[in-house]
């Protein structure tokens, strides 16, 4: 049985990827969550995460003795490994754009990503106001984000970016998660695209675990002040 090990479900966008993944094409996983407690090297999830991969970071995905750190490593792994899921587009040039899409947020969108950090349960509009008025970069990403759902979604008619759910589908999904958290406005044409991704299972299941985790990290929350203790 593959394990999936992954951080909190209302903070790790990253873990929330592959997860979403896994859930979407019905492909059997246990997941093994390590809390954050900080990323210092001496804390526990540090601790934890290093003994089961060197790169120190959620998500790793466990198949047998294969261990494989990173997310688009384990998608193209289980894109590999179970190629009846369709989880890449099936024709060549629509492939290629949804690996281009899915690279483009793996190692870029530094603005938004900092910015905003994923947060499901929090509801921020008033930060996500102020930091569209103040901060050009983000602005920046988010103008390149709602062209690059634009021609994907005119080349491909929708719902989703490649019309069916892709692994691209899953690597934006935290991005809609900051948009809804943040209120960021988006554009009419695409807000078909948002609630479409929202009412994926996946990622319906994963927002469910999220909501009910009630565990507030103070170093994963720059725009929120702990709740008063009972
Ligand atoms: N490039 C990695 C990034 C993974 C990542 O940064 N994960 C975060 C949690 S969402 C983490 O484990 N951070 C620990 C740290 O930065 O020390 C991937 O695609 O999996």
């Known amino acids: 049985m593959l394990e999936l090990v992954i951080g909190n479900k209302n903070y790790s ?35 934890a995460i290093t003994a089961i991969h060197p790169a120190g970071c959620v998500p790793v995905l466990i198949d047998g ?34 690996r281009s899409a899915v690279a483009q947020m793996h190692s870029g969108f530094g603005g938004l990503r900092s910015a905003l950090p994923m947060n499901i349960e929090a509801q921020l509009p008033e930060v996500g106001a102020r930091l569209l008025a103040s901060d050009e970069r983000l602005r920046a990403d988010l103008a ?47 807000r078909g695209y948002v609630q479409a991704v929202q009412q994926q299972p996946g990622v319906q299941a994963w927002v469910r675990d999220a909501l009910s985790e009630h565990d507030f990290i103070a170093f994963e929350e720059p725009y929120r002040q702990a709740p008063a203790k009972a």
């Open 65 to 98: 003795p294969l261990v494989i750190a990173d997310t688009l490593a384990i998608c193209e792994y289980l894109a590999e490994q179970f190629p009846d899921r369709q989880l890449w587009p099936a024709e060549s040039a629509a492939r290629a754009q949804a």
């Open 144 to 190: 390149r984000l709602f062209g690059l759902w634009r021609s994907l979604l005119e080349r491909s008619g929708g719902p989703l970016l490649f019309g069916a759910f892709s692994v691209a589908d899953a690597f934006y999904a935290p991005v809609v998660m900051r948009l809804l958290s943040y209120g960021v406005p988006v554009p009419d044409d695409l």
């Open 13 to 47: 966008s990253w873990s929330m990827r592959p997860w979403v993944v896994l859930t979407q094409a019905a492909i059997p996983f246990t997941e093994r969550k390590l809390r954050f407690d900080g990323f210092e090297p001496d804390s526990a999830f540090k601790r």
